[in-house]
């Protein structure tokens, strides 16, 4: 795990250090967002975090080469936001985490986030590995892409800079947080 830890850092310091481009208006830009908690269980389709960090992580691919944090509240209550949202193509996502067994990577479709008190839950399919009945996991990490069924990125999601970029100021499709 502690190789993907360096390799996000390497990419979230490389897109810091240059801004957007000429490139971008050529290209679709990809916004993936990382989200961490200490543990995370899963029971049939159901995957439960708990001891959620209050940020989710961002960074573009290149060529925009941009990062940043959002609040993770917020980051839900926008989820079915939009023509184009993650409620009408949900996401697909790898879950990364150490289990009794080594570390795990899972990659999953990830579909009707819900808070239970501190907990999020979501609705998990498998997208070509099985995933376990039961498993449970610590320091988790969970890698989710922003690409939509078409290859393009979503237009609510990030495609104008505003669902991240500005939050918390207030862009007017946005949710606000009610935690």
Known sequence: MGRYLVALAAVLAAASLAGASELEQNYPVSEPYVMSAETAHIDGDRLTFSGVDQNVIWFTDRPARRSGRADTYIFIANWPIGADSFAVDPPNGV?????????????????????????????????????????????????????????????????????????????????????
């Open 95 to 179: 879950l990364v985490g150490g289990s009794d067994a080594g570390e795990v990577e899972l990659p999953l479709e990830l579909m009707d986030p819900e808070w239970a008190e501190d907990d999020l839950i979501l609705r998990i399919a498998d997208i070509g590995t099985p995933i376990p009945q039961t498993l449970s996991l610590s320091a988790v990490h969970l890698f989710i892409d922003n690409q939509s069924a078409n290859g393009a990125a979503p237009a609510g999601w990030c495609g104008q800079e505003c669902f991240l970029v500005y939050w918390p100021i207030g862009a007017p499709d946005l949710v606000q947080s009610e935690r």
